[in-house]
């Protein structure tokens, strides 16, 4: 069975530093991972994904199948970067659309 | 930028009743979804509609619920007679356009509380 496990519940760091949301996931076949991010009050937002390998206001996550981990990285943290962070997992291909599986969620809050 | 809307934004209603939420998808999408999040746990994958059948269903998308696409542009997800424990937050989301399928959009979310 497919599984994301996020470790972190909140994650504090200060304006600046560096951040790291960790995000393992257990899967038997190819994984396609994503990170949603929800700021306060407004809907789920797609951040990334791993196939497009792009930054997304300042974000990068790389898949490593070794340690099978897909973790979000930022390096200089800033204050609207506060917000509720879900790793997810898409999977298996299926001809009729695949289900996410997601994760507990991290809250990252920035402070100043 | 197109998205998909969802109403209501909160529904309450007493234990053993029907309650229809309700969804319009971004209009070139194929795929259509059904998620729930029960307070202070993750959000959970209910159902996929694509074509017009049920795709994949989740343990949890028992007989007590169905969903439908009555017309071009609304996605319905019915649950025929509520629990205590439906109350939640569902999410509708839709994926198939340039995005490809696997790239979902989510609605806001309907607060269903079932007293």
């Known amino acids: 069975a497919q599984r994301v496990t996020q470790p972190e519940k909140l994650l504090s760091v200060f304006k600046g530093a560096p951040v790291e949301l960790k995000c393992n996931y257990s899967?038997?076949?190819?994984?396609?991972l994503f990170w949603y991010v929800q700021y306060s009050r407004q809907r789920l937002q797609l951040l990334l994904r791993?196939?497009s390998r792009e930054s997304i206001k300042g974000f990068t996550a790389d898949l490593n199948k070794g340690e099978t981990s897909f973790h979000l990285k930022k390096p200089f943290a800033q204050e609207e970067d506060s917000a509720m962070y879900y790793c997810a997992l898409s999977g298996p291909v299926g001809g009729g659309g695949n289900k996410l599986t997601f994760g507990t969620g991290t809250q990252l809050k920035v402070e100043l | 930028e197109p998205e998909v809307t969802q109403t209501p934004s909160h529904q309450v209603t007493q234990m053993g009743q029907e309650v229809i939420l309700r969804c319009v998808p971004i209009?070139?999408?194929?795929?259509f979804y059904w998620y729930r999040q029960i307070l202070g746990q993750k959000v959970e994958f209910l159902v996929s509609f694509y074509n017009n059948e049920i795709s994949e269903k989740s343990e949890i998308f028992d007989d007590q619920f169905s969903v439908e696409r009555p017309d071009g542009s609304n996605f319905t997800l019915k649950i025929r007679s509520t629990k205590l424990e439906d109350s939640a937050m569902y999410f509708c989301?839709?994926?198939?356009?340039?995005?490809?399928?696997?790239?979902?959009?989510f609605g806001p979310g309907t607060r269903l509380t079932v007293l």
């Open positions: 791993h196939i």
């Open positions: 989301a839709s994926s198939g356009g340039t995005g490809g399928k696997d790239t979902q959009y």
């Open positions: 899967y038997s076949g190819s994984p396609e």
């Open positions: 209009s070139n999408h194929l795929y």
